[in-house]
């Protein structure tokens, strides 16, 4: 495969920036829960107040955030995957990225509710 062949295109780049993005992203979550989880040892009453913040609806919208950028970098790297080891990959890589970006808002707009019913109901009621 020439180089240059898994990025070809504007949407390649993008989703060659989406991929990084969200993996910093996903990086800076873990390295927050590692220290916060961490903080149980240290200081439980810490550790409380912390998780007393995690359920304001900012968290939660952050959450929702959290569940794109990690849906989007997992379907994301199977296309990478594909485009890499399937011989047909290189040819058929602008339509998987376009399915992997179609799957995703399905399933963001399906979990929609699920993750913010929380937030929603405190913003408007049942």
Known sequence: ???GTLYRGREGM????AH??????????LF????????VRVSPESYDTVIQTYKTPLVNL???GLVAAILFHALNG???V?????????KYQKQMLWSVVGVWVVLMAGS???ILQHTLISWFGK
């Open 1 to 3: 495969m020439p180089a």
């Open 14 to 17: 993008w989703s060659w920036v």
């Open 20 to 29: 990084r993005v969200t993996g910093v992203l996903i990086f800076f979550f």
């Open 32 to 39: 927050a829960h590692v220290l916060d989880t961490a903080l």
């Open 62 to 64: 952050m959450e929702y």
């Open 78 to 80: 199977l296309r990478v």
């Open 82 to 90: 594909a485009v890499d080891f399937w011989s047909k990959g290189p």
């Open 112 to 114: 929609f509710y699920g």
